[in-house]
């Protein structure tokens, strides 16, 4: 067998030491080598014995020829690297390439021939003694190819053809090369354990670095083809590489790039990922650390830009600031840190309206541009961000000269630009837009005609998937919109109206801009009485719970509502347009997807599967523990604070939440179930009227009104039309102080102010939808009605509603609760889905939980709790199972733990709700407090019956009225079916007064029912109580207590 590869050493070894070793294998060792101690195994056989030891010995197994060539080659070729005269390499290539011809591709040194061949011949062109590298190049692939895996030498194959690939590259810059190079390293050296030569001499600076760096310098490459190779080079740089902060930085540019072609998540998500350890690789003095954190900053600024997380904004900022503080004043690369934290402050400014963002931001850019003179490869990026700044602060300023400035930045900055350039189409469609704010101003025609051809030009520039398309869109109805705006022709209407589709509908744009431009079609529609307003508002639903479902904790979710303050009217407003366009039906639909989205999105994990159990148990099944870990993923993320870690939860989150829409879409497919978990229809929300009517009141800024759901039938429209929005908000206000100030008032002092406001109630709300109840749908006296409030409704109490009138024959005019049983409910669908859940139904059992001696800090003693415990445990039947828990026993964990073992539940304590944060209102107890989210993410559909004797358990808050959310909603969400919680403070001296009638009232009848507790008979015991206790609770404590539920 021939030797092959480069000579390292000699050894000198007799025949018959060699024939001792018999047929076992035996290793000689080499001197060391680069610190390797190179080795050999043999095992020698005697094949052919002859008397003549001057005869060829090994004639049978190679030609003599072969052999002497071979060692001549060797020699030579040693002789080459010591006296680097190229007469011995030619006189080593002759030889080799002498045996090479000898060595047919049959034979079995064929690749070995190849080899000692193509190593000389690459040590020559190493040395500039040969200039043929294509033909090395062939050789070593020829011979790899004949020696495949497991082959013995095929490892030295590999590294071989890396050799002549990397310096085919290094003289010729042959990209192919390098990337071939990549490839072969990323197989070899798994297979080359530490310690071993073959790594020693693949690792390092002229190896497998080398080819690492010049990856790195590839331009960015976002096809799948490209973002492999990253991976490829990411591979080779493990942990401690000193490369792989900028492999990492590479990787993550290279996905981002893919993410603004397909603009999928998942890269963006990828990019941050990496972004971040690149940043964490490098210390405060790294040469790269201010590139790195551009970088990372970057991608924070296009996730919330996709997300709408202000977190991601400020940590962006941040980074910005502190990558130009690493950019000082003579730095060549200080105009791309100031650009870019003037557009991270643009941003901001758009999210808080804070005019020292947009201020700094001018600054920023205005110091980039006088780094940037003309000739400057960056001035057109610079001017064009100076333009965007003072475009937007003339929104604010008005100054005719910011604009014109603007848009004479913008028209130099697209005259520097390629027509190629990626960035191009931005400065088209935001010149068309200044063009447009001026078009508004001047009205002269050309500016819109040349906005319209701008944007017309920025879409043909994009690919069909672009997320910026999103934009074009935009500017384009924005100049149409104008143009009808001042013109009146339909046609342009009719435009802009097709545009703001196409942007609707521009699923590679995130959520936030598109519900951004939803909503600006709403208003465009409303206010020019285009006839797209519902679709517009339908739209605007459906992008709003599809963002919502994208934030991993209850939480965020609430935070992403609340950061669309101009949208908290949307449920009513939608539902006044569907009334003003005579279609109730719609109406009653639109305003159910639009409140309670939270619990909407929370109770789809929730939802009872007892029929499609019944139709497939499989799909069931899996529907079932895919939901159970998508709300564990979500409640898992909630304690996490690391922002790499809550990245990664948030990518988990995603893939959990991605499987579980298939499995939905898959339950879709089943005739019966096409629309589970859509958006309920008129005729499945009224099943929640199935007890008695359910009215919705409509507070919006075009109509007042209310939406009677009856048992059966159409629905019934009640116009309000002497209160308007206005009217309504005073009303509440109003309400607020007389609250107060008859806290502060004794017993026997009239509340004047409160009954005035009780009247206005009932004169100018409740009469008029009486009127419908009684004389329309005929409904009997103390039948059950259901409240349903909506935006300022929602802070008035309703069923209080009286007249505090006498009539004619001296008898009192009836109150609204003495007509009628009324009970509240968030949404139709909680009071569907609380019915649905009493199907099932498990022995009761009661516990009374009450803490009136909270910890320092958390508010004055409640002295009558005990005793009001100990009223209720007297008041519950005695063959129910009945427990107390007070005192130092009243912890967090102990009532958690007796909300989910009990049916029937009594708190006393105090309720605190948290304006602004509702998911942290909470009950008082002993050690920690018992929070609505420590409730939400309890499942206890056995539970039937709650009493909330605490303060402002059914109020929500200020900032997103239509989500009710507040703890007695909680409580519903969990499994309680009927709750009775407060709408303001309760005083507990008096509360017991209520307590008492309530229970009495409720199990008077205990035998007549069957010793059955009813937890359906709470409305109507509250009703009976409230009446009972005129005479010794003031009219204010009266009216705290309502009913939620069934």
Known sequence: MLGGGEVIGELEVSWDELLDHGDEPFDLSCPHVRGVQPSITLKVAVVHACDNQNDTLFDSLVDGNIFRDTDAGHAQFATYVTSKNDSHLHDAVQHFQSVLDQCPVSHPDHATALTNLAWARLRGYILNDLQDIDTTTSLFRVALALRPQPHPDHLLSLYNLTEALTWRHNKKSTAADIREAAYLYYELLPLCPEGTYLHSIAAGNNGVDYVIGGCNNFPKDPSDEGIHLRRVILELCPLGHKLRPRALDRFAQAVEARYYQHGSIDDLETSIQHGREAVSLCLQRHASRGTYLNNLALSLMSRFHHQGKLNDLNEAISFYEEALLLCPIGNESRDISLNNIGAALIARFHERGDI??????????????????????????????????????????????????????????LQLKRLDDP????????????????????????????????????????????????????????????????????????????????????????????????????????????????????????????????????????????????????????????????????????????????????????????????????????????????????????????????????????????????????????RAFSRFLLPPLYEDLQTAARQGPVIIFIASEYSCGAIIVPTSGDPHHVPLSSVSLADLTTLKDRFARAIRDASQMTPAESRTDLIVLLRIIWNEIMLPIVNVLQHDL????????????????????????????????????????????????????????????????????????????????????????????????????????????????????????????????????????????????????????????????????????????????????????????????????????????????????????????????????????????????????????????KTKVPLEQRMVFIHIGV
């Open 423 to 670: 960035e191009r189409s931005k400065i088209l469609h935001n010149l068309s837009s200044a063009l447009c704010i001026r078009f508004t101003q001047t009205r002269k025609n050309e500016d819109i005609e040349e906005a319209i051809i701008l944007c017309q030009e920025s879409l043909a520039a994009l690919s069909s998937l672009h997320p910026d398309r999103y934009f074009s869109y935009g500017r384009l109805q924005e100049a149409y919109l104008s143009r009808y705006e001042i013109l009146h022709d339909p046609a342009d209407m009719s435009l802009a109206v097709e545009n703001f589709q196409l942007a609707s509908r521009h699923f590679t744009q995130g959520f936030p801009n598109r519900i951004t431009g939803a909503y600006n079609w709403t208003v465009a529609a409303e206010q020019h009485g285009h006839g797209s307003a519902l679709e517009a508002y339908s739209t605007c639903f459906d992008l709003l719970d599809s963002h919502f479902a994208t934030r991993s904790s209850t939480i965020s979710r609430r935070e992403a509502s609340a950061a669309f303050y101009d949208i908290r009217s949307l449920p009513v407003d939608a539902a006044s347009c569907a009334i003003r366009h005579d279609n109730i039906r719609k109406a009653v639909e639109l305003a159910e997807q639009g409140r309670g989205q939270q619990w909407s999105l929370a109770s789809r994990l929730r939802t009872p599967v007892e029929d499609l159990k019944s139709e497939n148990p499989t799909l069931a099944h899996n529907y079932l523990e895919l939901s159970k870990l998508v709300s564990n993923a979500a409640q898992g993320s909630v304690a996490i604070t690391d922002r790499a870690a809550a990245d990664r939860a948030a990518t988990e989150y995603r893939r959990l939440s991605m499987q579980w829409e298939a499995v939905v879409a898959e339950i879709r497919d089943l």
């Open 778 to 1029: 005929k409904l009997r006296y103390h039948t059950r009605i259901w409240l349903c409030p909506t935006a300022a409704f929602t802070s008035i109490p309703l069923h209080a509603a009286h007249p505090f009138r006498t009539n004619p024959d001296r008898s009192r005019e009836p109150c609204l609760e003495d007509l009628y049983i009324c009970s509240y409910t968030p949404t139709l669908s909680a009071l569907v889905r609380s019915r649905q859940l009493m199907k099932t139904r498990v022995p009761p059992s009661f516990v009374a939980i009450g803490q009136g001696q909270p910890g320092a800090g958390k508010g004055k003693a409640l002295l009558a709790v005990d005793s009001e415990l100990e009223l209720v445990h007297k008041l519950i039947p005695a063959t129910t199972q009945r427990t107390i828990i007070s005192g130092d026993k009243a912890t967090r964990t102990n009532a958690l733990e007796a909300l989910q073992q009990n049916t029937w539940v009594h708190l006393a304590c105090h309720g605190k709700q948290d304006p602004a944060q509702p998911y942290n209102s909470h009950f008082v107890m002993k050690d920690a407090d018992l929070t609505l989210l420590d409730i939400m993410e309890r499942d206890i559909p056995h539970a039937e019956f709650a009493f909330l004797s605490a303060c402002h358990t059914a109020v929500g808050d200020e900032e997103t009225p239509d989500e009710v959310i507040h703890l007695a909603a909680g409580l519903q969400f969990s499994g309680f079916k009927s709750v009775i919680g407060t709408l303001w403070q309760v005083d507990d001296s008096v509360a017991k007064h209520i307590v008492k009638a309530f229970y009495q009232s409720m199990f008077e009848s205990f035998k007549k029912d069957g010793g059955m507790m009813d937890c359906t008979k709470a409305a109507w015991a509250l009703n009976r109580a409230t009446h009972a206790v």
């Open 356 to 413: 020292d963002d947009i201020t700094r931001a001018i600054n920023f850019h205005s110091e980039a541009l006088t780094l940037c003179l003309p000739g400057h490869p960056r001035r057109d990026t610079t001017l064009s961000n100076l333009a965007l700044a003072l475009k937007t602060g003339y929104v604010e300023s008005h100054v005719s000269e910011h604009l014109d400035t603007a848009i004479d930045w913008y028209r130099e900055a």
